[in-house]
């Protein structure tokens, strides 16, 4: 026993796992105590179990098990983790319980598994159940069975599904074992229990024996709906209800829970496997179906039938099956056979279901117009068939079809149309069957009750009567207005007996028990006992002359079944009902009329009514109102009185007061009886004679508004406008058209006929009388406000000057709203019919479309165009298409029957060739536009094959299919797309393009659709797949569609679909489901019908909760779901999509307005300091990871709360990129006004914008960049330095940026960091930096090591952290990196450094590979610069470092770097990062001793000056403001060879000082040869720095700004000329139309560019030659293509445009026609708007230049001549060079070269030059550009570019500078001071002084006003001297350069100076050397 006390020690869960059974059975019971005691069901014990209670089942002893299994029961029952074991512990129950002999075990193990079905995890349960089946155990498969049985009977089918089950049923009834057997027969009883015959399909094939037990036992099932006894955990509610009615008493009350709950049908269908049936087709089906012998036929037919019996058909393609049968039921003569076939299509319909709809609009009209047969077996199989083929689709899609045989000439199609009718009906719903349905299908019917042939008549009353029924009296009453009471009686009676599909639930059906006593007595009443305004009207029954419910008038507009609008309200139609008989009131004779009318006038009255004296008959007028005025309504005799006011004289009455009285009394009488059609007719005409009197017309629109408002206006209006245009009169035509025009206005437009109206205004707008025309137009006007564009289709055709009049009033009304109507309607009770209404109205719009005169095209689609469709050459089938496109086009609109062409066109949606795919779709786009709203019966065979083209790898191919479908679903709604399992099939497909196309496509649709049909829930599967794509972009299209799918499927259905998922990918969806639940939009509301159209005041009413519900919600919808009924009535999410732009709802828009015009950051005092104090406290989570978690996200949200205001902070949080772009606008714009409150959110900012680094989406990022750099920019204007915390927890994350695959965020980052550097040391960015080198990512630590090379460049050796050493051997282990950017990133990086620190980077770096350290020699070798001293900069570094540790953090500060910022940037742009420093003299030494040790070797004079120190040289020099130059290459390199020249010039263009920079460029463009070479890239970036330059406004802020901006504009002048005309052209074409496409480029900015290309087309004439012209016009095009030209007429200016023009215009007179054999580089010129723009022009050109040719010929001739003398120009050449030759006549020399040189251009003038000498050919070069400056410089300078007049002073000096040329003698005497010159000048250009004079020095401003001025003249000649490649003695040079040494000094004035001032000078400056020298001593 010692052993045993061991074990009872033990705690509980380890004696349950103890290797004793006793133990174990003693951990077992106090493991059962123990759960039964614990209370709190998510108690930690719990959990300690979860390992073990899997043992607990699977015991191997049986004692210990039994009480392991109690304990589990326990568990299972208590324990909330208790769900996480279901399927190891259910898979042991199975294989290790049930096998147990004990039954006790198995009933426990059976509990345990209905424990976790009650837990909800009846899935899991199930499969280990199911898989249980699958066992050898005979005695496990029994207890399965027996536990899915007992699971089912408790919980119903609708928690246990049964498909699965009993798609193993059949095998389980061939068992061997008979208990197996007789379980499956219990199960099979216990299923047919809950499903009914539904059961029957699936078990068809079971063994006859077993299937008639079956039957034995299901009849005894008793009858009752099964009930669910047990509930699952989330049922209680229901439980609770259920224990109730068990207490109560049974089934007492059960009925009313009946409902709620009822079981779901399940439909025998869904548990059939699908049948593949097209390949078992016979093989030779296609043949034998078109044979000639009947009985093949019926063969083929035979073997389909069989096949189609099969109860459920897999989806493919039936279309060529379809095709065929449906040919056999149209064309075959043998109606055996159309029956036969006629049954196929009903099996394929009743196999396929919802699968067929695509073919059944082929099919539905061949079997309707075949019901001609006679023959009953025939007849049957077509009913058989078109039910069949009704089930698969919507009537919608087939009413076309049906309505147009219903006027068929045949009775008996006549009559099975109207039943099919009927039969389609009863399965309709109330929602199925929209008055727009009913309006069409009742009128045919109406004709088919009064048709001759009885059956015709009866089959009409059954569909009315079934219509009925479905639809309710209120619905359909409106069209029944003129049906006669036996008729109606007898519809009504038809409506008694109709069974409808869908039981009695149909609102019909319930109104009709209220309803029935009274539809009895008042015929046409609604029978609604609902509505209020009834009961008045029905109270008094029997057919009154009124119905007391309606105060005044006659029936609101309620006169016809087309006059289907009105208030949809039952007062209307309860007023109607009375007032049918009246408004056929027969016409009384004369006698009776006057009988009346003397009953109720005075006899004077009657009398005098034809006195002859008009004071009579106007006192008989004024009795006889008064009268009237008495009179009540029903004793008026209205027609009777009219007919007396007829009377002679009647309407030809002369005096004007009788007359105007009269038509008052009209009106009275309209207005206060029941004033009929008849007695209108008696009067209209009177009135529309009088209504153009200038006296008496308003009292006729009077007495017309009264009679419309009685007798409708829609029959008035057609009344009176036939009677106008009957009549000559032009006065009465127009003021009727005015009186319309105000008349829609007051009552609206419902019912108006509008093709009535049409044809009538079209007469008018042909009228010779403007008035006529006039009012016309005013009338479309008012008629477009109601019909809206549609409107303009009529009159497509009418003349264009009547159009654009039309064009214009309709642009009057755009964006007004139609005016509720005010007559008509508010006599009746408001909005009792509101959704009546609302239909009625939207249909108005749509009416007008369907009233457009359509073309059938169904003849012209050929046989032959099919065939030509579908050839096997590509051309024939281009053809074909293009046949389809004109046929399309000619007829613009065209009826719903197409033939062939939708299968034709179908298959070329996947055609090979691409270019037909596009032209398809674009057929198919002009479809959908010419179809209209009936391109819906095309959706499913048309439409979806264009959502499979979404798929196409292709970019464009998808955009046109994406276009195409938008085309289509803009016709027909999204219902039609979205039922069925077409997209759900399309889904599927796994297709990474058509996912992303199609969720990106629903995300766009859905949230705009207030309901979808259920089979979206298809689509659920497939998303969620989508949601774990292995592509990036599927993946977060299906997150942005995830939230509305949910707002349409609700939460807990997607939650449902998850439980298919794998587990791991279900915690995620459902993770992500929880995200979108947060975002899910409300759906939008229902069409707010205030805004326009017809409305009584009490809509308006409301409407008024909804907008104040909206102000609430508007801003806070994103954040929490409102309650979705809230949500519904007001609609106003703030989600715009929304709203829909219905303008009740501006209201809250406005009021969030208002909340968006506060500050967006709220400053919170101290709050930063208190978020950082928290941060090191570890309060909150440190700003530290790889990938941002969501309790990040969380943190960041929760402290932006207080300083971020709400609405923007929805948008920063928003799950949809779009948002953040908006968030990051108004940021942008907010950023200036509020600098000081983005400084106090800054950290949190930076923190946010982190998280946008980790957005997959582009332009969030680029958008989040540009804020940055924007951002930066302020912070460093106001001198802010980032704190510690906000750069740890930004700037590592920016780094990860710098290794982006695209170029633009590259340098976008880039440029944010040197930015950086402005409020944050550069050392410590360096460590950032440095960290960003161990990237993975090779683009980053190349970039990264880049920009520390930069950092070293700017700022020296005291940058590397934490030491230089460290630094650098770190940098070093890159040059053996394995990519090579990275190596050569690390090379440059530590060149750079060699550069500033000279060979003791070697010792720094260390020891280095041989491989790598070769490397390294070798690249500084060729970097070929000398280390030169430390660079400046790191003096000014110093002083700013220092300040900075100093100082606390935070401190603000202002580095010398003050306005550099901008200088500092363009310098990094130009690649050598310089800045200014005010430290000269340690550079200057460094430099002088690099030049002493060089120089030695070459010359003796040198050491002598050098060996002094200069430093001293300033006392008695003054010193000038210097002016640094990068690093100056030394003299003696720069005369050996030209690239160190090219070098010394680059380095100046680098230079910190604006000035030189800008010079040097200028000397780099001096030098054609040179300028030539710069590409187009390179031309562009050149040119958009220089004009964002002068546009800068900082620019103008530095003290000598103008001076800058006048160089800049000259340099800009000379780049112009001298680039390459090729290249610089493109690039500023390019340029254009990216500052065009720009948002944020300034229109100032496009115009410089423009200007420069106006400069540009001024030089073509020179240039054309040059020029490559194919490429100009390939940009041309390209540029064309950007901006067609409705695009560039949009821009804000014309500049574009006509530059654009007058570039072509120029190029096209150049050229002439030749310019067309140019377009060789553009791909299609035909489709090219470049081509047609070129031909209009060159035709132009032609028509105007016939003398051009001989102007031309001319040329031609001299060119020849110009050959032949060749050798007489060379004489005449060397006559000119002689000239110059000579000292006296050398201008007049080189005015003459010049002249020549201009005049032939190609003349060769090369060998004159050769010979002479290198200075003859400068001075000759430079004479020639001194002549032409001259020339044309001053007057084209200052016209062209815009420079302001001031400019020309300086402009011509300026070049005289460069032209210094002086002959000066050449012997050798004044050798010795030339080099101390030339020394002397090096020396000071290093140490950054002018090389001008001290004494005559000009004053600083002046030496900037010459620009152009290289600063030091010897470079540009040395330059130009270098490019010819000729030298000649050093002597020479020294003297060129001493004499442009000496004219720089002289200033403006000398433009050639005399050999003997050279001279002197050159004494002069011997003297200051001597001064030097001797000071020096």
Same mark, same amino acid.
């Given at each position: 026993?010692? @052993?045993?006390? !061991? ?18 059975? %003693? ?64 898979s042991g129950v199975v294989n290790k319980v049930f096998n147990q002999p004990k039954a006790r075990a198995k009933e426990l193990g059976l509990d345990i598994c209905l424990m976790y079905i009650e837990i909800e995890k009846g899935e899991a349960v199930q499969e280990e159940l199911l898989k249980g089946l699958d066992n050898k155990n005979p005695k496990i498969i029994v207890a399965c069975i027996e536990t899915l049985r007992k699971a089912l009977s408790e919980f119903g089918s609708k928690i246990i599904s049964l498909k699965p089950i009993i798609k193993v049923l059949p095998k389980l009834f061939e068992s061997r074992e008979k208990a197996v057997r007789d379980e499956a027969k219990l199960l099979a009883v216990e299923i047919y229990r809950w499903i009914r015959d539904a059961l029957r399909p699936p078990l068809q094939n079971i063994n006859s024996v077993q299937l008639k037990e079956l039957e034995e036992e299901w009849v005894k099932v008793s009858s009752a709906a099964p009930k669910q006894t047990r509930f699952l955990r989330s049922q209680q509610e229901l439980k609770a209800k259920f224990e109730q009615q068990q207490a109560v008493g049974g089934d007492a009350d059960g009925g009313g829970d009946d409902e709620e709950e009822a079981v779901p049908q399940v439909d025998a269908y869904e548990l059939l496997e699908a049948v593949e049936i097209l390949s078992k087709l016979p093989k030779d089906f296609y043949e034998k179906i078109e044979a000639k012998k009947w009985q093949e036929r019926k063969e083929a037919l035979e073997a389909v039938e069989l096949l189609v019996k099969n109860p459920k058909l897999e989806a493919g393609d039936y279309a060529d099956l379809v095709k065929v049968l449906k040919k056999v039921v149209g064309k075959d003569t043998n109606v055996m056979l159309v029956a036969l076939a006629a049954k196929c299509l009903a099996g394929l319909a009743a196999g396929l279901r919802k699968k067929f709809g695509q073919y059944a609009g082929h099919v539905v009209p061949t079997i309707l117009e075949k019901f001609k047969e006679k023959k009953p077996q025939v007849v049957q199989a077509l009913q058989e068939a078109i039910d069949a083929i009704f089930l698969t689709t919507t009537l919608q899609n087939i009413s076309e079809d049906v309505l147009a045989v219903m006027d068929n000439k045949n009775p008996t199609i006549k009559q099975q149309t109207s039943l099919f009718i009927a039969r389609s009906f009863r399965h309709c719903t109330p929602s199925t069957l929209p008055k727009s349905l009913l309006k069409p299908f009742c009128a045919a019917l109406l004709k088919h009750i009064n048709d001759s042939a009885p059956e015709v008549r009866d089959a009409g009353f059954e569909a009315l009567g079934t219509a009925l029924k479905v639809a309710g009296e209120k619905a359909v009453n409106p069209f029944l207005a003129d049906v006669d009471k036996l008729k109606l009686d007898r519809i009504k009676e038809c409506a008694e007996k109709v069974e409808l599909v869908y039981g009695k639930k ?34 008094? #029954? ?254 497509? *055709?009418?003349? +264009? ?28 009770? &408001? ?21 457009? #005169? ?8 050929? /046989? ?6 579908? *050839? ?83 970019? %464009? ?83 942005? /569609? ?38 899910? +939009?409300?759906? #939008? ?55 829909? &732009? ?93 600098? @000081? ?46 704190? !510690? ?45 440095? !960290? &960003? ?135 990094? %742009? ?10 000269? +003299?340690?550079?200057?030494?460094? *430099? ?275 050959? /032949? ?67 044309? &410089? ?144």
């Amino acid at each position: 026993m010692g @052993d045993d006390s !061991e074990w009872m020690k033990l705690p509980i869960d380890q004696k349950c796992e103890h290797k004793l059974w006793k133990a174990r059975l %003693n951990g077992y019971e106090e493991a059962l105590k123990l759960f039964q005691k614990i209370d709190d069901e998510k108690s930690p014990e719990w959990s300690k179990y979860l390992g073990l209670v899997k043992k607990f089942v699977t015991d191997s002893n049986a004692v210990a098990q039994l009480k392991g299994l109690e304990a589990a029961l326990a568990y299972v029952e208590n324990a909330h983790v208790a769900g996480k074991t279901t399927g190891e512990v259910a898979s042991g129950v199975v294989n290790k319980v049930f096998n147990q002999p004990k039954a006790r075990a198995k009933e426990l193990g059976l509990d345990i598994c209905l424990m976790y079905i009650e837990i909800e995890k009846g899935e899991a349960v199930q499969e280990e159940l199911l898989k249980g089946l699958d066992n050898k155990n005979p005695k496990i498969i029994v207890a399965c069975i027996e536990t899915l049985r007992k699971a089912l009977s408790e919980f119903g089918s609708k928690i246990i599904s049964l498909k699965p089950i009993i798609k193993v049923l059949p095998k389980l009834f061939e068992s061997r074992e008979k208990a197996v057997r007789d379980e499956a027969k219990l199960l099979a009883v216990e299923i047919y229990r809950w499903i009914r015959d539904a059961l029957r399909p699936p078990l068809q094939n079971i063994n006859s024996v077993q299937l008639k037990e079956l039957e034995e036992e299901w009849v005894k099932v008793s009858s009752a709906a099964p009930k669910q006894t047990r509930f699952l955990r989330s049922q209680q509610e229901l439980k609770a209800k259920f224990e109730q009615q068990q207490a109560v008493g049974g089934d007492a009350d059960g009925g009313g829970d009946d409902e709620e709950e009822a079981v779901p049908q399940v439909d025998a269908y869904e548990l059939l496997e699908a049948v593949e049936i097209l390949s078992k087709l016979p093989k030779d089906f296609y043949e034998k179906i078109e044979a000639k012998k009947w009985q093949e036929r019926k063969e083929a037919l035979e073997a389909v039938e069989l096949l189609v019996k099969n109860p459920k058909l897999e989806a493919g393609d039936y279309a060529d099956l379809v095709k065929v049968l449906k040919k056999v039921v149209g064309k075959d003569t043998n109606v055996m056979l159309v029956a036969l076939a006629a049954k196929c299509l009903a099996g394929l319909a009743a196999g396929l279901r919802k699968k067929f709809g695509q073919y059944a609009g082929h099919v539905v009209p061949t079997i309707l117009e075949k019901f001609k047969e006679k023959k009953p077996q025939v007849v049957q199989a077509l009913q058989e068939a078109i039910d069949a083929i009704f089930l698969t689709t919507t009537l919608q899609n087939i009413s076309e079809d049906v309505l147009a045989v219903m006027d068929n000439k045949n009775p008996t199609i006549k009559q099975q149309t109207s039943l099919f009718i009927a039969r389609s009906f009863r399965h309709c719903t109330p929602s199925t069957l929209p008055k727009s349905l009913l309006k069409p299908f009742c009128a045919a019917l109406l004709k088919h009750i009064n048709d001759s042939a009885p059956e015709v008549r009866d089959a009409g009353f059954e569909a009315l009567g079934t219509a009925l029924k479905v639809a309710g009296e209120k619905a359909v009453n409106p069209f029944l207005a003129d049906v006669d009471k036996l008729k109606l009686d007898r519809i009504k009676e038809c409506a008694e007996k109709v069974e409808l599909v869908y039981g009695k639930k149909t609102g019909g059906a319930a109104e009709k028990k209220e309803g029935k006593p009274i539809t009895g007595k008042t015929p046409a009443l609604s029978g609604t006992g609902g509505d209020k305004e009834t009961k008045d009207a029905a109270s008094k #029954p029997g057919p009154l002359k009124k119905a007391p419910a309606v105060k005044s008038g006659g029936p609101p507009k309620k006169g016809k079944p087309a006059a289907a609008a009105g208030m949809g309200g039952a007062g209307a139609k309860g007023k109607k009902g009375p007032e049918t008989k009246e408004i056929f009131e027969s016409e009384l004779s004369i006698e009776v009329c006057e009988e009346k009318a003397a009953a109720v006038l005075p006899a004077s009255c009657i009398q005098q009514l034809d006195s002859g004296n008009w004071k009579e008959r106007l006192a008989c007028m004024e009795e006889f109102q008064k009268a009237v005025e008495l009179m009540e309504r029903n004793e008026m005799p209205c027609q009777a009185l009219v007919r007396m006011l007829a009377k002679k004289p009647g309407w030809k009455e002369t005096n004007f007061q009788v007359m105007q009285m009269k038509l008052h009394i009209v009106a009275l009488i309209a207005q206060k009886g029941n004033f009929s059609k008849t007695s209108a007719q008696v009067v209209l005409d009177g009135l529309v004679d009088k209504v153009g009197d200038v006296k008496c017309g308003s009292n006729a629109k009077e007495a017309m508004t009264a009679i419309a408002e009685a007798c409708q206006l829609p029959w008035t209006a057609e009344q009176v406008v036939a009677m106008a245009f009957s009549q000559k009169n032009p006065k009465n035509q127009s003021e009727t058209l005015n009186w319309l025009s105000n008349a829609i206005k007051e009552f609206g437009f419902s019912g108006l006929n509008v093709k009535a109206f049409i044809s009538n205004v079209k007469t008018a707008l042909a009228a010779t009388n403007p008035a006529v025309r006039t009012s016309a137009i005013t009338l479309l006007g008012v008629m477009y406000l109601y019909v809206g564009p549609p409107l303009r289709m009529f009159f497509e *055709d009418e003349k +264009p000057a009547l159009l654009s009049q039309i064009d214009a009033e309709f642009e009057k009304m755009q964006g007004q709203t139609a005016p509720a109507p005010t007559r008509g309607i508010s006599r009746h009770s &408001g909005g009792g019919g509101d959704d009546g209404e609302e239909e009625e109205q939207e249909d108005v719009g749509n009416d007008v479309v369907d009233l457009l #005169p359509r073309t059938d095209i169904g003849d012209k689609i050929t /046989a032959e165009l099919v065939s030509k469709i579908g *050839d096997k050459n590509w051309k024939i089938r281009k053809e074909g298409l293009d046949e389809v496109t004109s046929i399309i086009n000619d007829a613009k609109f065209i009826q719903p029957n197409i033939g062939e062409l939708p299968a034709a066109l179908k298959s070329r949606l996947n055609d090979s060739n691409k270019i037909l795919v596009q032209q398809t779709l674009s057929i198919l786009q002009q479809l959908a536009t010419a179809m209209g709203p009936n391109i819906k019966q095309h959706v499913k065979n048309l439409g979806i094959p264009v959502i499979t083209v979404l798929g196409d790898s292709k970019n %464009n191919v998808r955009a046109a299919a994406l276009a195409t479908v938008n085309a289509w679903a803009e016709q027909t709604g999204m219902k039609e797309w979205l039922e069925g399992e077409d997209l759900s099939e399309e889904l599927k497909k796994e297709n990474p393009f058509l996912r992303q196309e199609l969720l990106g496509w629903l995300a766009e649709k859905l949230p705009t659709l207030r309901s979808v049909p259920s089979d979206l829930l298809l689509c659920v599967p497939h998303l969620y797949s989508c949601l774990e794509d292995r592509n990036g972009d599927v993946r977060k299209k299906a997150q942005d /569609a995830l939230p509305f799918f949910m707002m349409h499927l609700g939460f807990e259905k997607m939650a449902k679909a998850t439980g298919k998922l794998k587990p791991t990918s279900k915690d995620q969806v459902l993770a992500m489901l929880e995200k979108a639940k947060a975002n899910m +939009p409300a759906k #939008p509301a229902p069409p707010a019908k205030a805004s326009s159209r017809v409305v009584g005041g009490a809509a308006l009413a409301k409407f008024q909760p909804a907008s104040a519900l909206a102000e609430d919600l508007g801003s806070n919808t994103m954040e929490s779901k409102p309650d979705p009924k809230k949500a519904k009535a007001g609609g106003a999410s703030s989600k715009a999509k929304g709203v829909q &732009g219905k303008k009740v709802l501006s209201k809250p828009n406005l009021k969030e307005d208002d909340d968006k015009s506060g500050p967006i950051f709220i400053i919170v005092p101290n709050g930063k300091e208190q978020r950082m104090k928290d941060e090191k406290g570890l309060k909150v989570l440190k700003w530290n990871f790889t990938t941002p978690r969501d309790e990040y996200i969380e943190q960041l949200k929760t402290q932006m709360s207080s300083c971020v205001a709400k609405w923007l902070q929805d948008e920063m949080f928003h799950a949809d990129f779009q948002h953040h772009n908006k968030a990051l606008a108004v940021m942008i714009e907010h950023l200036e006004s509020e600098k @000081d409150g983005v400084i106090s959110c800054l950290d949190l900012i930076l923190k946010w914008l982190t998280l946008r680094f980790f957005d997959t989406n582009t332009s969030v990022l680029m958008k989040a960049l540009e804020y940055l750099k924007l951002l930066f920019n302020l912070l460093s204007q106001e001198e802010y330095h980032l704190t !510690e915390n906000e750069a740890s927890s930004f700037i590592p994350y920016l780094i990860l940026k710098v290794g982006e695959p695209k170029d633009v965020i590259r340098k976008d980052v880039r440029a944010i960091l040197n930015r950086m550097c402005l409020i944050y040391p550069a050392s410590k960015m360096f460590t950032f930096i440095m !960290e &960003g080198t161990k990237s993975k990512n090779s683009k980053q630590r190349a970039e990264c090591l880049e920009e520390l090379g930069c950092l070293v460049e700017s700022y020296g050796m005291n940058v590397c952290q934490p030491t230089p050493g460290k630094a650098l051997k770190e940098m070093a282990t890159h040059i053996g990196d394995r990519d090579n950017t990275v190596r050569n990133a690390a090379l440059n990086t530590i060149v750079t450094v060699y550069n500033v620190h000279g060979d003791q980077v070697f010792k720094l770096i260390g020891n280095l590979s041989e491989k790598d350290m070769s490397m390294l020699e070798e690249r500084i070798k060729r970097s070929a610069k000398r280390p030169s001293a430390a660079p400046v900069r790191q003096a000014e570094e110093k002083p700013q470092r220092t300040q900075n540790i100093s100082a606390n953090a935070s401190m603000l500060r202002k580095g010398p770097a003050e306005d550099m910022s901008s200088k500092l940037n363009q310098n990094r %742009n130009m690649g050598s990062h310089s800045e200014t420093t005010h430290t000269v +003299p340690r550079e200057f030494q460094l *430099d002088l001793d690099e030049i002493e040790n060089d120089n030695g070797t070459v010359r003796c004079e040198m050491p002598a000056l050098v060996q002094h120190k200069l430093d001293d040289i300033f006392e008695p020099v003054l010193i000038p403001e210097p002016k640094i130059r990068a690093v100056s290459p030394h003299f003696d390199d720069m005369h050996s060879n030209t690239a160190s020249t090219i070098n010394f010039v680059i380095s100046q263009v680098a230079s910190g000082d604006i000035n030189t920079s800008i010079q040097a460029l200028a000397q780099l463009f001096q030098i054609e040869s040179l300028a030539r070479e710069a590409s187009t890239g390179v031309l562009k970036d050149l040119m958009h720095g220089l004009i964002t330059l002068m546009l800068d406004s900082r620019v103008e802020d530095l003290e000598e700004g103008e001076q800058v901006i006048r160089s800049v504009n000259l340099l800009v002048v000379k780049v112009l000329e001298k680039s390459d005309q090729t290249n610089i052209l493109s690039a500023l074409l390019v340029l254009l139309q990216d500052s065009l496409l720009a948002t944020a480029s300034s229109p100032k900015f496009s115009e410089l560019v423009m200007k420069c290309l106006w400069r540009m087309v001024r030089l073509l004439p020179e240039t054309i030659n040059s020029i490559n012209l194919d490429r100009i016009l390939l940009d041309i095009h390209i540029f064309m293509k950007v901006f067609p030209k409705e695009k560039l007429k949009q821009c804000k200016s014309e500049f574009p445009i006509r530059t654009l023009k007058t570039l072509l215009h120029t190029l096209c007179k150049l050229k002439g026609p030749k310019i067309l054999d140019h377009l060789t580089m553009i791909d299609n010129k035909n489709e090219s708007e470049l081509e047609a723009h070129l031909c209009r022009v060159m035709k132009h050109t032609m028509d105007q230049s016939g003398s051009k040719a001989d102007k031309d010929t001319e040329k031609g001739a001299s060119r020849i001549e110009e050959k /032949a003398s060749k050798a007489k120009v060379n004489d005449i050449l060397a006559e000119i060079f002689k000239k110059i030759g000579s000292k006296e006549n050398t201008k007049e020399g080189l005015a003459e070269l010049y002249e020549y040189k201009k005049k032939y251009s190609d003349a060769d003038i090369e060998p004159f030059l050769k010979n002479s000498s290198q200075f003859f050919q400068s001075y000759v070069e430079r004479g020639l550009r001194l002549i032409e400056t001259e020339r044309e &410089g001053k007057g084209r300078i200052a016209a062209s570019t815009g420079i302001s007049p001031q400019m020309e002073g300086t402009c011509v000096p300026a070049s005289t500078h460069t032209v210094s040329s002086s002959i000066g003698n050449t012997n050798g005497e004044e050798v010795g001071p030339s080099v101390y010159l030339e020394r002397l000048k090096i020396l000071r250009q290093r140490c950054g002084l002018d090389n001008a004079k001290q004494e005559d020095r000009p004053p600083l401003t002046s030496l900037l006003s010459k620009p152009a001025v290289p600063t030091v003249a010897s470079s540009t000649d040395m330059l130009h001297s270098k490019l010819s490649q000729l030298r000649e003695s050093r002597e020479q040079y020294q003297h060129l350069d001493l004499d442009s040494n000496q004219t720089h000094s002289s200033g403006i004035g000398t433009t050639l100076a005399s050999p003997s001032s050279a001279a002197a000078n050159i004494d002069d400056l011997k003297k200051r050397l001597e001064r030097i020298k001797s000071s020096r001593k």
